[in-house]
Nanobody, 117 residues
Framework: QVQLVESGGGLVQPGGSLRLSCAASGISFSVNGMDWYRQAAGKECELVAAITSATSTKYGDFVKGRFTISRDYAKNTVYLQMNSLKPEDTAVYYC???????????WGKGTLVTVSS
């Protein structure tokens, strides 16, 4: 019954911003690992951003300071703030969670982000 539901995707102009949300049920983001991946058409799935511990985050090389991952403990939701979006950011973005005690992994169904004029 673990569910990860992404939202916030859509069409945005180059240079614009979007804030993706991942609402979780059946798993707490306060004690478990969480991150965002993306997959563009014809490309391999790649890491976008991750919260690897209470004090550690990790970002893909392509982010270059444009994206920020964060979480809201009360809402059990993880966010991905994306600024200065580029056409090459166009992809389906997936929320991902890992149980720290077991290593069990869970994936959301994804939300499409399209960056185009």
């Amino acid at each position: 019954q673990v569910q990860l539901v992404e939202s916030g995707g859509g069409l945005v102009q180059p240079g614009g911003s979007l804030r993706l949300s991942c609402a979780a049920s059946g798993i707490s983001f306060s004690v478990n690992g969480m991150d965002w991946y993306r997959q563009a058409a014809g490309k391999e799935c790649e890491l976008v951003a991750a919260i690897t511990s209470a004090t550690s985050t990790k970002y893909g090389d392509f982010v270059k300071g444009r994206f920020t991952i964060s979480r809201d403990y009360a809402k059990n939701t993880v966010y991905l703030q994306m600024n200065s979006l580029k056409p090459e950011d166009t992809a389906v973005y997936y929320c991902h969670a890992t149980r720290r005690l077991t290593g069990m992994e869970y994936w959301g169904k994804g939300t499409l982000v399209t960056v185009s004029s």
